[in-house]
């Protein structure tokens, strides 16, 4: 079946150090994305690439970088710039040849960083 | 700009009871809408969608219908059940495959 993977579930980082969030998707989707969400709160864009090679700030890029080699992977560095960075963040996915297709989700990683 | 809002939550029911989650939204253009729905320590799952005006979407008797005069996208479902609770979000797309969600409403349904 295809979907987004991401790995791993639980990620836990001492403070100062970087991490890398992986996501794979299998859908040969274009679009990829990052989204973070905070308790109680709603989804908030960190970047987005629309094409491989190519990828754009979202909302709260800061202190975050990503890169896209390849068309299924679009993996998530949190760098020890990011000052509050424990979070549930979400990978997405979606084509972009049609109107009105929708994103489609991982299951998420949540980190933690003390 | 582009923005969607959704009632604030949480909202309590009880088993067998009508559910109605608001949303309106703000567009230039002619977007798609969608509502997701999140159950604990997942991620978003599409429940329904709607890509032009009076279309209505409908998933697992959840409905909702894309009504362009008021900007709305209102989800309802006629009787709910335990296993509905979850935090619903609404959503919309704009040209250059760009998403803007609300802030999400949390259901839970008590037996």
């Known amino acids: 079946d295809g979907g987004i993977t991401q790995s791993p579930k639980y990620l836990f980082r001492k403070e100062g150090q970087n991490v890398t969030l992986s996501c794979e998707q299998n859908?040969?989707?274009?679009?990829m994305y990052w989204y973070r969400q905070d308790p109680g709160q709603g989804l908030r864009l960190i970047y987005y690439?629309?094409?491989?090679?190519?990828?754009q700030k979202g909302d709260i890029a800061e202190g975050y970088s990503v890169s896209r080699e390849k068309k299924e992977s679009f993996p998530l560095t949190v760098t020890s710039a990011q000052k509050n960075p424990t979070a549930f963040y979400l990978c997405?996915?979606?084509?972009?040849?049609?109107?009105?297709?929708?994103?489609?989700f991982g299951n998420g990683t949540r980190l933690t960083v003390t | 700009g582009n923005s969607v809002t959704q009632m604030e939550g949480p909202v309590t029911l009880s088993e067998e009871a009508f559910l109605t989650i608001n949303c309106t939204y703000t567009?230039?253009?002619?977007?798609?809408l969608f509502w997701y729905v999140q159950y604990p320590g997942e991620g978003l799952q599409l429940l329904l969608k709607?890509?032009?005006?009076?279309d209505k979407g409908s998933n697992k008797g959840f409905e909702a219908t894309y009504r362009k005069e008021t900007t709305s996208f209102h989800l309802e479902k006629g009787s709910v059940q335990v296993s509905d609770s979850a935090v619903y979000f609404c959503?919309?797309?704009?040209?250059?495959?760009?998403?803007?969600f609300g802030t999400g409403t949390s259901l839970t349904v008590i037996p």
């Open positions: 859908l040969n989707h274009d679009a």
């Open positions: 567009a230039t253009g002619y977007p798609s």
């Open positions: 959503a919309l797309s704009s040209t250059g495959n760009q998403f803007y």
């Open positions: 997405a996915s979606s084509t972009r040849d049609r109107n009105g297709s929708p994103l489609h």
């Open positions: 709607a890509t032009k005006a009076d």
């Open positions: 690439s629309q094409i491989v090679n190519d990828f």
